[in-house]
C-alpha cells in the first residue's frame, strides 16, 4: 500500500520559516503530481502548491513569494518550504499524490503547523 509520511510542522513566530518533508513509499514517486494543501480550524481544506512530474509548480494566491515547492525524485520526497509565516498560515498541512493515468490518489497524515504572534 502506498504511503506518504509528512514531517516538519512546529509552533513558530511571525515571520520565521520551516521547511516541511513528504516522502512516500510503494509508489512510482516520479510519476506523480504533487501537493500541499492545509487545512485551518472551521475552514475547508485548500490548495497551497502543486509540483507536476515534470517539475512545473503553482501557488494559491496567499502564498506566492513566500512558500516553495521542490520535489526529489531520488529519495521520493516532496517538500514545502515556508517563509514569512503569517498567523493566517497556521493549519494542518496535508501532502497528496495524485497519478491520474492510474486513478491513484494517496494522502499524509498531516503535520501542525501553528504560527503565534
Sequence with gaps: ???????GGALVQVGGSLRLSCRAS????SFYDLNWYRQA???QRELVAH?????TTNYADSVKGRFS???????NTVYLQL???KPEDTAVYY???NYQAWGNDYWGQGTQVTVSS
Design 41 to 43: 480550524p472551521g475552514k
Design 1 to 7: 500500500q502506498a504511503r506518504l509520511d509528512e514531517s
Design 95 to 97: 501532502c497528496n499524490a
Design 51 to 55: 509540483i507536476t512530474s515534470g517539475g
Design 69 to 75: 515547492i521542490s520535489r526529489d525524485n531520488a529519495v
Design 26 to 29: 510503494k509508489m512510482v514517486f
Design 83 to 85: 517563509n514569512s509565516l
